[in-house]
């Protein structure tokens, strides 16, 4: 089955810096990429996600980018703010048999004022 | 409508007691998914519903007794729980179409406690 490995697992920065969050996978038939945010007290909420057909995409502060080759893909959030202060997940699936999605282990992203 | 609604927001009972957790959405979803998570940790995956049928269950206890009585509806019965199922169980709705991957929608969750 597909593997996910994310890093790092705490990430502190102070607002206005970048931050950069990485995965690997397992799985080359995985095709799908998503990105969750989860806040204290909420469900995980989807920010942004990539197919295996692109290299990259950007969502105002928000980017993800992939490598097929190395298998593996990152988060990078610009000018960050202590509302982008969350935990932050990433999966990987495939389409057909195994289209749930396998989650990383999560980062904890402490943005300091 | 893009929210996935689940109630009771907390819970807190005894192990002999019987409850539900109720999971709602209105944007038409096919798939819903029950999901355990414990602190600091990635969701669980405990069942999937695909057009309204069981169709992954992930070897949960048969303690847990997931329901679906129409596309928008999902219910998790709990019997006879232990302090250890104590967690933040998450109710995901997606459109139920897999190819080329599925964007979940969550819920806020139900957070349990068992005494």
């Known amino acids: 089955g597909e593997n996910v490995e994310q890093h790092p697992s705490t990430l502190s920065v102070q607002e206005g810096d970048s931050a950069v969050i990485k995965c690997t996978y397992s799985d080359s038939a995985s095709n799908y990429f998503p990105w969750y945010k989860q806040e204290l007290g909420k469900g995980p909420q989807l920010i942004i996600d990539?197919?295996?057909?692109?290299g990259e995409k950007k969502d105002q502060r928000i980017a993800v980018t992939l490598n097929k080759t190395a298998k593996h893909f990152s988060l990078h959030i610009t000018e960050t703010q202590p509302e982008d202060s969350a935990v932050y997940f990433c999966?990987?699936?495939?389409?057909?048999?195994?289209?749930?999605?396998?989650f990383g282990r999560g980062t904890s992203l402490i943005v300091h004022p | 409508d893009t929210e996935v609604t689940q109630t009771p927001k907390h819970l807190v009972m005894g192990m002999t007691n019987k409850k539900s957790l109720k999971c709602e959405q209105h944007?038409?979803?096919?798939?819903m998914y029950w999901y355990k998570q414990k602190a600091k940790k990635p969701p669980e995956l405990m069942f999937v519903?695909?057009?309204?049928?069981?169709?992954i269950n992930e070897s949960v206890p048969s303690r847990f007794s997931p329901e679906c009585p129409n596309s928008s509806l999902l219910n998790l019965h709990l019997h006879a729980l232990q302090p250890e199922d104590s967690a933040l169980y998450l109710c995901?709705?997606?459109?139920?179409?897999?190819?080329?991957?599925?964007?979940?929608?969550f819920g806020s969750g139900t957070q349990l406690s068992v005494l």
């Open positions: 995901a709705s997606s459109l139920g179409n897999p190819q080329g991957g599925e964007k979940l929608f």
């Open positions: 990539i197919r295996s057909n692109v």
């Open positions: 999966a990987a699936s495939n389409g057909g048999g195994s289209y749930i999605p396998t």
């Open positions: 944007m038409g979803h096919r798939a």
């Open positions: 519903y695909s057009y309204e049928k069981l169709s």
